[in-house]
């Protein structure tokens, strides 16, 4: 039976070089042991072939993280366990739990926390660094289809009210799924504004005006209710005025000063919308999107 990632050739230079070119690997991604070092033999008689056994250190590193979220996850007291899902352009782990809410926690922040860890455990020693994604029963892909029906429930009601709308503070890859989903939509451009970790991504409309300082998603209705008040207090002007000058004692009757009477009004609440989470891409998102104005 053929042994794995066991390479064979004239000499071990020739065997080694052979099994990195089938794996497609460089002499630093490796480790490597020299089985037999072969020889020539006398006029090509009893000639043995070299043998090299080639092993990638990337799996050495995978079964490392593994383990690390593994131990993670007994220390902080969780009934859960990680395996390995695919191990392409990025290494994705799935972990399985009892209770997968408190892996996810609030607003996925658990799961952040482990995936950041992760990836940094991974990318030890690596002269390139590899994603590392952390996933939880699905959460991720469940998340991102949210965003994506956020996004388009957002682009509508900025075109019919023709405000900005501003979005709460995400991460870059958040962020991206945001601008992605409206790429494609001809009545509203995105852009991302703010710092980090603050950064957040605005919805405009075509018609926004210029000078238009943007909604905070849920905020709208109780900046609506706000405008209104103010119109009525507009119009009621001429009977604040009456009411003024009763309370500073001109009341035609010349009695004593009315008392105003009642609770004080308290400040306006503010609505905010879901907050949208946290997830350790730690890159700069300074990526520009597509010809649509979109931006990061």
Known sequence: MEEKNVFTA????????????????????????????????????????????????????????????NGLLDIIGFEAKSEIVSDGESLVINITAANSARVIGKRGDVL????????????????????????CENYRAQRERTLVTLANKLAKTAV?????????????????????????????KTASEGKEPMRYVAVIPNNASPNDRGV???????????????G???????????????????RRDGGRPRSSGGAKRGKKEIYFGTFLGNSNDIKKDDENNNSNGNNE
Do not use: W
């Open 216 to 230: 905070r998603y849920g905020e709208k209705r109780g900046r609506d209710r706000g405008d209104r008040r103010e």
């Open 232 to 250: 009525r207090d507009n119009r009621g002007h001429g009977r604040r005025d009456r009411n003024d000058r009763r309370d500073r004692g001109e």
């Open 10 to 69: 004239k000499s071990v230079d020739e065997a080694l070089e052979e099994g990195l070119k089938a794996l497609a690997l460089t002499i630093d991604e490796v480790d490597y042991e020299i089985l037999d070092e072969g020889k020539k033999g006398l006029f090509g008689l009893g000639s043995v072939k070299a043998r090299v056994r080639i092993t990638p250190k990337r799996e050495e590193t995978v079964s490392s993280t593994t383990d690390f979220i």
């Open 160 to 188: 019919e009210t023709g405000r900005k709308m501003l979005l709460e503070p995400m991460t870059p890859y958040e962020r991206r799924v945001i601008h992605s989903a409206l790429m494609n939509n001809e009545d509203v």
């Open 112 to 135: 952040d926390a482990i995936q950041c860890l992760a990836g940094a455990v991974y990318n030890i020693g690596r002269d390139e660094y590899k994603k590392v994604v952390v996933d």
